[in-house]
Antibody, heavy 121, light 106 residues
Framework: EVQLVESGGGLVQPGGSLRLSCAAS????????MHWVRQAPGKGLQYVSA????????YYANSVKGRFTISRDSSKNTLYLQMGSLRDEDMAVYYC??????????????WGQGTLVTVSS | DIQMTQSPSSLSASVGDRVTITCRAS??????LNWYQQKPGKAPKLLIY???SLQGGVPSRFSGSGSGTDFTLTISSLQPEDFATYYC?????????FGQGTKVEI
């Protein structure tokens, strides 16, 4: 079964740091690009960051650029999101998602169950 | 960034109703459009990819259409388990932006 399991969320003070992990199983992790998407309480989905299958290319939303770092360890089948200088507006459930590409079409499937990051003093 | 706008933001419907949700892109995205369903407290689930292709295991009452800038998701006969929030997403360019969501309520 293809599965993604996030961990690492929790309560952090403004200005603090946190590292999220996304453990992948059931597929060849090194063959797929991966993304992080977040959802603030009661809000919609916001694209956060992406990394290519070999880790050579990364992308960040403007709102997190310079503060967050995406990485992956194929020996551990794990995706990471290192978050720093956290702000109130970073509080959200963070989802990791696998990118599936067939011909020209691309979509996110599956998604992990999400991990909650709470930013509060 | 490509902006995705869904309408309506919410709707009320009854079991058995035909429901249509619209998604409009700020520029042409060909058929690079996906639809996801999200239930409270759960992760989004892929319904439709490539504007009109049904993901495996998704009931045939769901269908998608459109190309260019205008897209629709149709539920032909709403079932109790379909009450959820639906999001469109473009995969034409990075960032892969989402619509703001459409909440389907009883």
């Amino acid at each position: 079964e293809v599965q993604l399991v996030e961990s690492g969320g929790g309560l952090v003070q403004p200005g603090g740091s946190l590292r999220l992990s996304c453990a992948a199983s059931g597929f060849t992790f090194s063959n797929y690009a991966m993304h992080w998407v977040r959802q603030a309480p009661g809000k919609g989905l916001q694209y956060v960051s992406a990394i290519s299958s070999n880790g050579g290319s990364t992308y960040y939303a403007n709102s997190v650029k310079g503060r967050f770092t995406i990485s992956r360890d194929s020996s551990k089948n794990t995706l990471y999101l290192q978050m720093g200088s956290l702000r109130d507006e970073d509080m959200a459930v963070y989802y990791c998602a696998r990118v599936v590409v067939v011909a020209d079409a691309e979509w996110f499937d599956p998604w992990g169950q999400g991990t909650l990051v709470t930013v509060s003093s | 960034d490509i902006q995705m706008t869904q309408s309506p933001s919410s709707l009320s419907a009854s079991v058995g109703d035909r429901v249509t949700i619209t998604c409009r892109a700020s520029q042409s995205i060909s058929s690079y459009l996906n639809w996801y369903q999200q239930k409270p407290g759960k992760a989004p689930k892929l319904l439709i990819y490539g504007a009109s292709s049904l993901q495996g295991g998704v009931p045939s009452r769901f269908s998608g259409s459109g190309s260019g800038t205008d897209f629709t998701l149709t539920i032909s006969s709403l079932q109790p388990e379909d009450f959820a929030t639906y999001y469109c997403q473009q995969s034409f360019s990075t960032p892969r932006t989402f619509g703001q969501g459409t909440k389907v309520e009883i």
